[in-house]
């Protein structure tokens, strides 16, 4: 199982980004998805997750109204939009899988991407 996010870049605060996570999984669509980031200094923070079938989504209150996750199983991808950005998202962002557990806490997810950096400039 391997994951590939990728869209992280530079933006200004109030700006936008897409992030993609995509799965090398032959049956992406029995897995939950989750977003976390890393902030240089900071442990690693739970942002969003949605479930296998996208029916249910769990943000994190820090970009709640702000984020937006969705997939599309046939395309083994889960996106993450993310607006109004402000300096406090600056992280290394990651997606982890799972086909069980459906949640925020890291430990019980059993795959995870390599990180895609998100700097946002006040």
């Known amino acids: 199982v391997q994951l590939q996010a990728s869209g992280g870049g530079l933006v200004q605060a109030g700006g936008s980004l897409r992030l993609s996570c995509a799965a090398s999984?032959?049956?992406?669509?029995?897995?939950?998805v989750g977003w976390f980031r890393q902030a240089p200094g900071k442990e690693r923070e739970f942002v969003v997750a949605?479930?296998?079938?996208?029916?249910?989504?769990y943000y994190a209150d820090s970009v709640k109204g702000r984020f937006t996750i969705s997939r599309i199983n046939a395309k083994n991808t889960v996106y993450l939009q993310m607006n109004s950005l402000k300096p406090e998202d600056t992280a290394v962002y990651y997606c982890?899988?799972?086909?069980?557990?459906?949640?925020?806490?890291?430990?019980?997810?059993?795959?995870w991407g390599q990180g895609t950096q998100v700097t946002v400039s006040s």
């Open positions: 999984i032959g049956t992406f669509s029995s897995y939950t």
């Open positions: 982890a899988a799972d086909t069980i557990y459906e949640g925020d806490y890291a430990p019980n997810y059993a795959y």
């Open positions: 949605i479930s296998w079938s996208g029916g249910r989504t």
